[in-house]
Structures are given as structure tokens and as C-alpha cells.
């Protein structure tokens, strides 16, 4: 017997994926086709081709600030894998066990995630502020300024590594623990031998956001040092690079070709990025069986 | 049931028609200038709506930084407010070519205004105005009169007094000597380079040379302003790297600073934020064979949003700003901004005052990267000489590299300054 077409699939999943489509496909695919147009002093919108990615790596004017974009958001990236994921996963570990007061820690470590950007910002910007807070010039230097938020940025979304950790490690039975305890095992071997190689996936998940959310980060820096990625755009990245662009700032007008030029680039970045995730790791890893 | 339902929608169709008429009526002013909210709200909304109580007026800012990236895109999304308030020169030239900004050449109050008023914001041929011009800013140095008295200083009048000055109040070490902060930069060019640079560069001279292309950024006037100062490094307040626009303010506010390059705007900031601080001013401080020379700015302009739907009632408003009780009301209640209308109007706050009279003795100019200069996208004319400033000030770059830096990048793009 054929069997009949599963129309009650495609109707329950209509909603989420006409939603889905019209508020980040169309957006993503219209932008993608403005970077391919150019219009010149008002004139009419024509199109160009590849020449506003040449243009954009090119011409001294936008390869200059680009390539410094990127390379300052490959540190702001890297500093959070040094920090916010191994200072996330300590967490998780220190308080999968039982321990007084973990919902506590739990809780108070989780807020900042929640805490909007601007008033983390903000507050970060009084305590760092020589005149108000701390006698600190850390994020007025070209030298401190980057690492600066980049921790402010680790201390806000630490939570977020912590909890997906915690989730998987309630995962692990506790046979594993009692045998291991039995074999006369110290914490940390039964770390190393049997949670983190556990939780593999969920450190692959975790890399991979970690990977997206920094080459898409703006917030930060735009509530911290202000649209120009200041001083001397020691804290510029991409983000900024292309509000600035496209937007425009104080007396330079928008332009939006170039703009979306410029998030061309960054979604082919980040492609690049997951498309190597998927390839070299997650399908290596062996779904887990307890 | 047919009944209740022919009610209901018919009280939603009064409903909606009474709301759209409410937003009809009222006109949304955009501006740069959150500081003036209070004054707005309290003082020149009220004089406004007493006159025309049909029309409700609100006051609508945002961050100065913002300002502009932020109306670019209102406009676009056709959400920007009925009258806006408009950089002068290229910025809002830009607005009206775009079709964004309304013609005012028929509103009755523009000829109240001279030619000279009307440049900022008028084509290039100057045959279309589109804003109305409000108010021109003047730069020059606040300094607090206690600390003054206190360490028996007299005011500088060369730059050799002024830094020898500086020195003073740094070996007393109780206040900071100089506060201005390099974090948000556009201090850096505007209370900096843009205040003390007109006397090295000869005023107009100096500016109209820069659009001709026989004057550069990195020789003469201009290279000697970015020298004259990189002199400031060593007596800034400390930790300057790290406060902003607001730290600043907030430091002198406080009396915890001598001297603040300010722009006449910060008289009113002040004024608000420490009404018993004993304000002074002094006028930017001459060279040897210099005249003295002012940067009298035209500042800010108010215009008429193209798409606005409530066009009459914006005309009336913009033509209130062009008259007399206007001008006294934001003269007095705005110290610093000085309006631009051949109208009469006195002045109440003595430091105004002060910087009104250097307009009799000083040559006048204003800001060199504002006309034409900054027409291109990027890179940027104004936002170039921001980020030189800044690091000139934090001497994390020579004078001289800092003018190379700046005229390098005008070079790329303007044609008369191509290859020099």
C-alpha cells in the first residue's frame, strides 16, 4: 500500500518556517543581492557584480580597516575560548557536585547572561572609569582596551558555556562515578577520563557558538567604547566596521552597498567556520551511548 | 449579536480615526542635543504651545555620536520625526539632496536671516535653504575662577602663559590642570585642534586654502596647530585616556579642573550641573605675529522632514524659530548657543557674554572639515582628524604624522588636494 503523503508535517511546520524565512532568509538573500548593486551619489541602483568585494578588499581605504576588524575579532574570539569556556566547564564541574549552595552559584552566575548589554556596558564603563570607579585606563588604551571588553564580554555570557556544560554532565550516569570512586580514583583523573570525553559534543556545540556569536558581536563594543571601536579602533571588529559603514557616523554618511559588502563577508566567514565544525568534528564524533 | 458587533466596530473605526488625528497633530523634533531636553520640556515647548495651542510639540533626542547614523536610518524607514535638526554644511546638504529635507525658500521668516547665516544650510549655489539656522557656537577655555584665585593665577593670554600656567596648577598638584578626555575623540578636534588651529592657520584663509587645494593638513597653520597641541600632553587630567564627553564635564563640574577647551555649548552644561561654580572665560590663547582668532560655528539648524504629515504645523514652528522671543528665550535659557537671526536679544549669563565679545576683537571662522570636505564617505575628513587629534593629545602619534595621516587621506578622494 503507498503509503499517503504526510501533509500534517508540512501544515505543523508552515508557521515556524514561513516566519523563519521572512524574517532571516529574505533579509539574508535581499542583503546579499544590495552587496552585488552599487548606486553612485544618489543615483539609480545598478548592478555591479563581485566589484564591491574586490572594492572592499582592494582599495587601501576599506582593506585597511578590514583586515584590522578581523584580526581584532579573531583575539576577541580566541581570548573567549581561552577563558569563558574553560572557566565555564570549572564551573559546571565544581558544581555538579553536590555541594551547599550550588542553585545559589547557579543563579548569581547565570544573572549577567540575562542583564542587558547596554547596562553591562554601561556599568563596566563606571567601574573601569578613572574618575568614578577603579583609577584604570584599561579600556582607554590601545594596548588593554580589546582584551578589556573581551573579558567584560566573558564575564557577562560565562553562564550560557556553564549551563549547556551542566546539562550534559547531569547526563553521565553515576555507576561511572561509584566504579571510578571503588577503583580509587582522584577527582581530578575522573574528570579527565570520564567527563570531558563525555561531554565531547557538547564542547564541539559550545566552540561553534562561541565561534558565531563573537564574529557577530557589536553590542559590546557599541555600549562600551561607542560605534568607532575607539582608541584608534584598537576594539574595532567586524561588527562595528560594518555599522559604521552602513549606517554612517557623526559626518560620514552610509552606504549601504558597502555595507552589506561587509556582511557579505562576515556570513561567508562565519559559514567557513561552522561548515569546518561540521565537517572536521561533529561527524567524527560518535553519538554517545550510555 | 449583530447588533453589538456593529457597535463595536464602528467605536473602533472613532477610535482609530481620533488616535490618527492625535499623532497628526503632534510635531516630533529630532536632535543631537539631549542636554537642552529640560529646557525644551520646561521652558521653549511651553512658550511655543502658548502661542499655537493647537499644535503639540515634543522634543525627541539622541546621543550626539548616534545622532546622525541614527537619523539616516529613521529617514529611511520613513519613522524620523516632522522637524529635524541639521548639522550644518555637508551633512544636511546630503539630507536635502537626498530629498529627505524639505525646500524652506518659502517660509516667511528666512529673511530674518543674512546670506552669511544661511550658508551652512543652503545649496552650494545658495539659491535653496533647507534648514532654518538656529544657533552658532563659539570655542574657547572655561577655567574655574577658585582655583584660579586660589594659586594666584591670572589668565593667559599667549600660548607661553597658558603653558606656563598649566604648569602651575600641575606643580600644586590639587587639581587637574587641563580636562578633556581622548575616549570618545571628537573633543580631541573640536574643543582642540578646531579651537586653537584657527590662529595658527589664518582663519577663512587657512580653510578656504584647504577646499582650493594651496593649503594642507601636514604644512604650515594646520601642522602647527596639530604641534601646538601635542604641547597639552604632559598637563592633562589623569587617566584622560579613559573618560569620555561626560567624565569630563562631570570632572570640571565638580571643580576638581582648571581650565576645560569648551565650546560655548558647555556653559549651559555647566550652568545646570553646578550653578555655584565660578565659571570664567578666557578667549584661545595668540601666537607670536598671530591674530587672535575665533572658531564661531554655525551650529545647529532646524529643517522640515519631506515626508512629515504634519507640514503646516511644522512651517509655524520653524517660523517661531526665526522670531525675536524665540532668539531671547534660547540665547538666555541656552547660554553658549547663539542664535542667528537678525534679531534682538540680550544676553543674561556673563560668560556668554564673554564669548559674544570676542567676536568685536577676533578674525572668525569655523570648523575647516565641514564645508565640502567631508562630502565623501570614506575615509572621512572629520572622523580622520577626530582619530588624529585623539592620538596627538595621547601622543601616541608625532604632529607630523598626524598631519600626513589626515591630509594623505583628503588627498585620496579630493580632487584640488590630489598629489599634494
Redesign the interface.
Known sequence: MRKRFPTHIVVFLLPAAAIYTLFMIYPLFTSLWLSLNNAVN?GPEHFVGLANYLRLFQA???SGPLWNALWNNLKFFLIHMAVQNPVGLLLAVLLSRQLAGTAFYRTVIFTPTVLSVVIVGFAW?LI?????GL????????STSLITVALISVWQNVGIPMMLFTAALIRIPNEYFEAARMDGASPWRVFWSIQLPLIFPTLGIVSVLTFVGNFNAFDIIFAT????G????STDILGTFF???F?????????PY?GSTIAGVMLLIILAGVIAYLVGWQRRIQDLQY | MKRTLLTAALTAGFLATAQVQAQKGTLTIESWRNDDLKTWNNILIPAFEKLHPDIKVTFSPSAPTDYNALLQTKLKGGSAGDIIACRPFDNSLELYKAKYLASLNDLAGLKNFSTVAKTAWSTDDGKTTFCVPTAAVIHGFLYNKGIFAELGLSVPKTEAQFLDTLKKIKANGKYAPLVIGTKDQWESATMGFQNIGPTLWGAEKGRIGLIAGTAQYNKGGFLAAFQALARWQPYLVGGYQALAYPDSQNYFGQGRGAIYPAGSWDIATFRGMNPKLELGAFQPYTFPGKKCTISDHPDIGFGLNAASPNKEAARVFLDWLATDQFAQLYANELPGFFPLANVNYTLKDPVAQQFVSWRKDCDKTFRSSYQILSRNSNPNNENDLWNASAQVLSGSMTPQQAGDFVQKNLASWYAPQKGK
Open positions: 544618489n587601501p581605504e576599506f564603563r573601569l572609569n578613572p574618575q568614578w583609577h584604570t585606563t584599561l579600556l582607554g588604551l590601545p567604547q561607542g560605534a568607532l575607539g582608541p584608534n579602533f555599522y559604521r559603514t549606517m554612517g557616523y557623526q559626518l560620514q554618511l552610509g552606504d558597502m
